[in-house]
């Protein structure tokens, strides 16, 4: 276990809540301060943050665990659980996953599927960003199958970046997540790049999935009988690429 520390602020993000709420854990003696520096500050052992997240993960929002990672600015602690620092522990973790969705039943025979657009979604990460991660190379990956929610995150390039270099033309986010989701992107012929994504589309066009994906200030969200992808512009621009998958 690590005895390293981490602010109030640096918490709150690790762990997608406010510094309100913290404060509120800490006096309910539900995630106690162990340190307080002269100052007052409160300060956390990552160790301890790192037990509550085990044993507290069905109550927290992964979705805002993985959107503070990807949106902070500077470097983030990240819970060890949920990080994929290569394609290798990826794939385990994804082995892991559809071996746990094979036992939800209100799934059905889709598991495979869901399994499947994890695992595109995921592998692009690692694909568009090899030799290129800006600083924090791997995804964040977890899952919580009981509200059926699979999160994935990178801190990469994003998709504007990755597909300028086969069409510089392209001139911002919103427009290159269109592309990403509904063109057939060729690097050079006869190789054909950047089918994913389509993949992805259509597999939750036609199952009971639903798909939300940001990128940048670009995002969208995809459900079962849509027959267009609507694209919106948001106030926020995160690094890399974040999405989760509803089922």
Not at 9 to 19: D, R
Request: aromatic share 8%; proline share 2%.
């Amino acid at each position: 276990m690590s005895s390293k520390l981490l602010t109030i602020g640096q918490t709150a993000k690790m762990l997608g809540v406010s510094i309100q709420t913290l404060r509120r854990w800490d006096e309910a003696g539900k995630l106690s301060v162990k340190e307080r520096k002269k100052t007052s500050h409160r300060h956390y052992f990552i160790s301890d943050i790192e037990n509550y997240l085990r044993d507290n993960q069905k109550d927290l929002s992964l979705f805002k665990i993985a959107r503070n990672w990807v949106a902070a600015k500077r470097d983030v602690s990240i819970f060890q659980d949920f990080y994929c620092q290569d394609i290798s522990v990826f794939q385990a973790r994804l082995t892991k996953l559809e071996q746990e969705l094979g036992r939800v039943k209100k799934i059905g025979k889709i598991f495979p599927l869901i399994s499947a657009i994890t695992g595109e979604i995921g592998n692009n990460s690692f694909d568009h960003n090899l030799g290129n991660w800006p600083d924090i190379l791997g995804i964040f990956f977890a899952w919580n199958l009981e509200k059926g929610k699979i999160v994935l995150a990178d801190r990469g390039q994003g998709v504007l970046a990755t597909l300028k270099k086969v069409r510089p033309e392209l001139r911002n986010h919103q427009d290159a997540l269109r592309m990403a989701f509904t063109e057939m992107v060729s690097g050079r012929a006869p190789e054909y790049r950047g089918n994913g994504l389509k993949f992805v589309r259509d597999v939750v066009m036609k199952n009971e999935i639903v798909l939300f994906f940001q990128t940048g200030d670009a995002q969208l969200k995809i459900k079962k009988n849509d027959t267009d992808i609507n694209v919106q512009k948001t106030a926020t621009n995160l690094r890399g690429c974040l999405a989760e998958i509803s089922f």
